[in-house]
T-cell receptor
Framework: SQQGEEDPQALSIQEGENATMNCSYKTSINNLQWYRQNSGRGLVHLILIRSNEREKHSGRLRVTLDTSKKSSSLLITASRAADTASYFCATDEDNFNKFYFGSGTKLNVKP | GAVVSQHPSWVICKSGTSVKIECRSLDFQATTMFWYRQFPKQSLMLMATSNEGSKATYEQGVEKDKFLINHASLTLSTLTVTSAHPEDSSFYIC????????????FGPGTRLTVL
């Protein structure tokens, strides 16, 4: 299974602080994506980074990808209470375009 | 655009009964649909991949006779949990991808199944 690992499993910060979560995966990929999931709800797509990209920004989000280490990080700057959710990375199995999700990081942003 | 719906959003059933969950792409044609299962406080696990008009491909460890998947049209896939048991209680999420754009999946809101 290509199921990835994320750390930390849980992260609690104060509003305004930055939150960093990491994702590691096992095999070669075409793309890596980050999703957010509010409790008991569906997934919200945040950002896609391709295997030939090293960094990508979207608003307060910054994603890095290191294919040599098979890892990615998601940075949320100036966090808000509304950012409280679980965050998952998803990788595709090379050439099959199936997504395998990491174990997730549960972020709690305290107001 | 690219909205995926699921029905029902939640269902409670008795042990031994079968439950059907629908996944629809509302404004696009989905050549491929995916079914995931998510247990409480855990990640999404891919169960199967279905292509319109062909048999679904199941991930290792997923019983194809228990989780019947039908992808009869480009906008509808169904997952039937047969002879459901309490251990099948979970959050089932589908996703769909567009033809020629398989790097993007659009996720449905999920269906919470509780088997008593």
């Amino acid at each position: 299974s290509q199921q990835g690992e994320e750390d930390p499993q849980a992260l609690s910060i104060q509003e305004g602080e930055n939150a960093t979560m990491n994702c590691s995966y096992k095999t070669s990929i075409n793309n890596l994506q980050w999703y957010r999931q509010n409790s008991g709800r569906g997934l919200v797509h945040l950002i896609l980074i391709r295997s030939n990209e090293r960094e990508k920004h979207s608003g307060r989000l910054r994603v890095t990808l290191d294919t040599s280490k098979k890892s990615s990080s998601l940075l949320i700057t100036a966090s808000r209470a509304a950012d409280t959710a679980s965050y998952f990375c998803a990788t595709d199995e090379d050439n099959f375009n199936k997504f395998y999700f990491g174990s997730g990081t549960k972020l709690n942003v305290k107001p | 655009g690219a909205v995926v719906s699921q029905h029902p959003s939640w269902v409670i059933c008795k042990s031994g009964t079968s439950v059907k969950i629908e996944c629809r792409s509302l404004d696009f044609q989905a050549t491929t649909m995916f079914w995931y299962r998510q247990f409480p406080k855990q990640s999404l696990m891919l169960m199967a991949t279905s292509n319109e008009g062909s048999k679904a491909t199941y991930e290792q460890g997923v019983e194809k006779d228990k989780f019947l998947i039908n992808h009869a049209s480009l906008t509808l896939s169904t997952l039937t949990v047969t002879s459901a048991h309490p251990e099948d209680s979970s959050f089932y999420i589908c996703s769909a991808s567009l033809a020629g754009k398989s790097d993007t999946q659009y996720f449905g809101p999920g269906t919470r199944l509780t088997v008593l």
